[in-house]
């Protein structure tokens, strides 16, 4: 059974280009988390979806940051006009409904140039 | 917002010692989980401990929650060179179909050889 799946694992883009991070979750998981992580810092939640519903969006910023999760195919996190403090890790988890542990993705590495 | 706050934020200890880290936590809650990081990869669950559970055993972890304190430790006995990462504790506080973990900032364990 395929863990988490996150492409790509590192991303380079310019100033103002878009970020496109995708996510498969595993296999039988319906539910798909993803979060932020500075270097030396803790999880940062961003967004927490299930298929074609996005659960709770609290943690991502409301401008230029939107994600998904599709009926078919990967939950992607897009991020519009990247800026320098927008690189960071990103990580993805997902869980089976009903099932509380997360399972985690390697993560997309970001960096804006 | 962050719910769990680790402490002590390092920890060194020599291989063979003990070593235990303590998570405390603002709300009531469904469940507790510790997760650990190997710097640069994604997180791995570690355990997981309900509200009403109060002690739990995974090899050499050992895991223990105190609701009337809000606190919980995690105890891994005779550490290895390999438990060298960061451990981080994550709070289920979710009511019906919003089930998203909140995070504290972790811990960052260093077992030397």
């Known amino acids: 059974n395929a863990g988490v799946m996150q492409n790509p694992r590192h991303l380079v883009r310019r100033r103002g280009q878009e970020a496109r991070l995708r996510c498969s979750p595993m296999?039988?998981?319906?539910?798909v988390y993803w979060y932020r992580q500075l270097p030396e810092e803790g999880l940062k939640f961003m967004v927490y979806l299930q298929k074609e519903n996005i659960i709770d969006e609290s943690g991502m910023p409301k401008e230029r940051f939107s994600a998904e999760f599709p009926k078919e195919g990967p939950s992607i996190l897009r991020i519009q006009q990247v800026v320098r403090g927008d690189s960071a890790a990103y990580f993805c988890?997902?869980?089976?409904?009903?099932?509380?542990?997360?399972?985690f993705g390697p993560g997309t590495r970001l960096t804006v140039t | 917002s962050q719910q769990g706050e680790e402490d002590p934020q390092a920890l060194s200890i020599q291989e063979g010692e003990n070593a235990t880290m303590n998570c405390s936590y603002k709300t009531s809650i469904n469940n507790l989980q510790w997760y650990r990081q190997n710097s640069g990869r994604g997180l791995v669950h570690l355990i997981l401990i309900r509200s009403n559970e109060r002690e739990k055993h995974s090899g050499r972890l050992r895991v223990t929650l105190d609701t009337s304190k809000k606190s919980s430790s995690l105890l891994i006995t005779a550490s290895r060179a390999a438990d060298t990462a960061s451990y981080f504790c994550?709070?289920?506080?979710?009511?019906?179909?919003?089930?998203?973990?909140?995070w504290g900032l972790g811990t960052s364990l260093a077992v030397n050889p």
């Open positions: 296999k039988g998981h319906s539910h």
């Open positions: 988890a997902s869980s089976r409904a009903g099932n509380y542990e997360q399972y």
């Open positions: 994550a709070t289920d506080a979710g009511a019906g179909n919003n089930r998203k973990l909140i």
